[in-house]
């Protein structure tokens, strides 16, 4: 048994490598097929999408010229023909030379300024930069701005030498603008061929909405150190108020001692609670409330300078709007700065699915600045709300809140009237804003 097994092993140990040795070349050969294939479709591919956005429109059609006037030109012997598709292929083939060469040039997009105010323009500056040792030939470069498009022309560039172009853009709607990639074109003069290039990385301008300033006083505070006093009672504040009789429970730091000797009964001070000022605005965002865009971008700008002027003058306050999609909940925007507020207005927008004013004020009331002790609070909105809704939207507060609607409604005379212990400010401008609110501050 073992002699027959010592003589049959190295037979089958040799036919056993050498189908070893054909296995592994067949499968390094359908390995490197497959990997030749894949290599080929993807060249054919990159190739196919290079020449799609290489080839304009006008040159697919010179492309079809030459394939038809080949065809039927030698087919059926017209001259004509070939000569057309001759002259094709040689014009053809004259674009293709404007293509070659490498784009050694480096390109920068410089924007000063990245906010502005609605009917500003804002500067925006393209560098463009030879850092070669050779001349390179001049470059049309192309900037995006929002849905519109910037063109200009750089010239040729010695070595080591830049070139600029300044534009403006318009800064005509609320929002925020993108600008760029900076798109550069190389293609020949009739237009068969066309190569674009991106260069610099997109950024945004954003738009504010135009503010007013409106003096502290028109806001209905009084700017000191101690806060505004309160109507409240408590056994410790700054504000005294009166005497009374001393209680278990009182803090015998405040007895009055002459008071208690007089009187035989320990007397202890009594205080009005004092409050620091603190604006809450909230803003409606819902179709129902401003029945035009132009409602809206007043109230937005009206929003925005209550916000801004008490930023400026170190007071607390809080913005509270609706949050999109969303009907039964509300967000408060960042008052941490002022352009941080005007930030968050610029992205602001209103639809049919926003929380009512009514909604929004309540929910505010309840987790926001109100329910903190809010000490003024706007109700900013348009001609929709009606003064019921106004009302409502007041009563859902903490009492002891003075609350002012603003009612924006473009174009007519600014009024101000006293619904109860509702103050209703209709403005028809933006300028209106500053004065209503002092006429209404002194009333």
Request: glycine fraction near 10%.
């Amino acid at each position: 048994m073992s002699e027959r097994t010592s003589l049959a092993t190295p037979e089958r140990v040799g036919r056993r490598a050498d189908d070893a040795n054909r296995d592994g070349v067949l499968a390094g050969g359908v390995v490197g097929a497959v990997r030749f294939g894949a290599a080929v479709r993807r060249g054919v591919r990159e190739t196919v999408v290079l020449v799609g956005s290489t080839v304009t429109a006008l040159g697919w059609c010179v492309v079809g010229a030459i394939a038809v006037g080949m065809l039927f030109g030698y087919l059926l012997g017209w001259p004509e023909l070939i000569a057309i598709a001759w002259a094709c292929l040689i014009l053809l083939l004259v674009a293709v030379l404007f293509l070659i060469g490498r784009n050694s040039f480096r390109i920068r997009l410089s924007l000063p300024l990245t906010r502005v105010v609605v009917g500003d323009r804002a500067p925006a500056e393209v560098i463009v930069e030879n850092p070669s040792r050779r001349h390179i030939a001049g470059v049309g470069v192309e900037v995006p701005v929002g849905e519109g498009l910037a063109e200009f022309h750089i010239p040729g560039l010695a070595r080591g030498s830049e070139a600029s172009e300044v534009f403006l853009v318009p800064a005509e709607h609320r929002g925020v603008i993108p600008i760029g990639p900076v798109r550069t074109s190389r293609g020949d003069p009739v237009g068969l061929l066309r190569r674009e290039l991106t260069w610099a990385e997109r950024t945004e301008l954003y738009v504010h909405p135009r503010t007013v300033a409106i003096p502290s006083v028109s806001t209905g505070y009084v700017r000191d150190l101690e806060g505004v006093p309160t109507r409240d009672l408590t056994a410790s504040d700054v504000s005294f108020h009166a005497l009374r009789e001393y209680m278990p429970g009182d803090d015998r730091r405040f007895i009055h001692w002459r008071s208690s000797a007089r009187t035989g009964t320990y007397m202890v001070r009594q205080f009005e609670e004092t409050r620091r000022s603190h604006i809450m605005v909230v803003l409606a965002t819902a179709d129902a409330d401003c029945v035009n865009d132009e409602e809206f971008e007043l109230a937005v700008s009206a929003a925005g300078s209550l916000g801004v002027s008490a930023i400026r003058d170190a007071r607390s306050v809080s913005v509270s709007v609706a949050t999109p999609g969303r009907r039964s909940t509300s967000h408060a925007l960042s008052t941490a700065s002022r352009v941080r507020l005007l930030d968050d207005l610029t992205l602001l927008d209103q639809g049919a699915d926003r929380a009512s004013l009514v909604e929004v004020t309540r929910m505010a009331g309840r987790t926001g600045a109100g329910a903190v002790g809010a000490s003024v609070v706007f109700l900013v909105t348009g001609s929709g709300t009606s003064v019921a809704e106004l009302r409502q939207a007041a009563a859902s507060l903490p009492p002891g809140v003075e609350v002012v609607a603003v009612v924006c409604d473009p174009g007519v005379v600014p009024t101000m009237r006293r619904v109860a212990e509702l103050t209703v400010v209709t403005i028809g401008f933006l300028d209106d804003l500053q004065k209503s609110l002092a006429r209404a501050a002194a009333v």
